[in-house]
């Protein structure tokens, strides 16, 4: 490991440290945390992700008082944030991934799961990094988070490809860290969602996998089913699912980049990064299929 490699991963040591010790850098206002459990609000923990784009879009054209559902989007970026939302009751519901989601029913979180949700990555490496195959990760440090489905897809990227050399995994929570550390050569690849996928691509850096193009579906959105919540949830879950299908058919026809001045408020998009945005199919709410829980049935959560 070289001397550069020790001193960024000090630094990203350091960062994940005070991310941790902050805990509500990245969270809603205190304000907004201590509303009453009889607030007929539903609040969602959601990321500045595509996953979350239908949320987004449905909460701008007011298909969820359409429905007659009261929804506030709770932002934050980095999915640790929102687990912790969930488990102190601040939220009622999150779009997280299958791993996040076991991870926190261990910690005692009573969940109900929705349904799958449009969430993938891209293994992109610095193009200073010179990296185009997988197997050339190893002695090399790559941006994910700890107990999710990026350091599940880690993991099995390692087992599968058998770099000769150890690949060093560096948590790094906060999507938007995250594609800084990546395209400022401080880490050699990095796992990221969409939108900073696109980003990182438009700065020439290599993609070295895809799980679109493995079929691995791994977004899911669940919700609490605490006893001061579970009321609240049953009534309104179903018209929540019908606002968000409709925001999926409309992302569908119109495409992203009907909604640019979502993705630039939200997402914090130029006008090149949303042109750039690939074509994506947003499918509606369906349950978790069975060959997604599986493949991370049996990876370790804590």
């Not at 190893?138 to 999710?148: I, Q």
């Not at 438009?202 to 001061?228: E, P």
Request: glycine share 4%.
């Amino acid at each position: 490991m070289t001397l550069f490699h020790i001193r960024t991963l000090a630094l990203a040591t350091l960062t994940t440290l005070l991310f941790a010790c902050n805990g509500k850098g990245n969270a809603p206002q205190k304000q907004s945390e201590r509303q009453t459990t009889n607030d007929s609000t539903l609040r969602i923990a959601v990321m500045p992700t595509l996953d979350c784009l239908p949320l987004y879009v449905a909460d701008a054209t007011g298909l969820f008082g359409e429905e007659h559902i009261n929804v506030r989007l709770m932002k934050y970026t980095a999915q640790m944030d929102c687990d912790t939302a969930i488990l102190r009751g601040r939220v009622q519901g999150v779009f997280t991934d299958l791993v996040r989601a076991q991870r926190l029913r261990q910690k005692g979180a009573n969940l109900h799961e929705v349904g799958a949700t449009n969430l993938h990555w891209q293994l992109i490496s610095n193009r200073n990094a010179r990296i185009k195959d997988v197997r050339q990760l190893g002695d090399k440090m790559v941006g994910m988070t700890r107990f999710s489905a990026t350091d599940f897809l880690t993991a099995d990227l390692i087992d599968r490809s058998k770099p000769k050399n150890e690949v060093f995994r560096i948590q790094v929570n906060n999507v938007f860290i995250r594609l800084k550390m990546l395209v400022g050569y401080e880490i050699d690849a990095a796992f990221m969602p969409e939108p900073q996928a696109t980003v990182a691509r438009m700065g020439k850096n290599n993609v070295l996998a895809d799980t679109q193009t493995k079929d691995i579906r791994l977004g899911v959105a669940v919700f609490s089913m605490a006893a001061k919540d579970q009321k609240k949830v049953r009534q309104a879950l179903p018209a929540f699912v019908k606002a968000y299908d409709r925001a999926c058919d409309s992302l569908n026809i119109r495409g992203i980049q009907h909604y640019a001045e979502v993705l630039k408020t939200h997402f914090q998009l130029n006008d090149a990064a949303v042109k750039a945005l690939p074509k994506t199919a947003f499918a509606k709410m369906s349950p978790v299929r069975e060959k997604d829980r599986n493949a991370i049935k049996d990876f370790p959560t804590q």
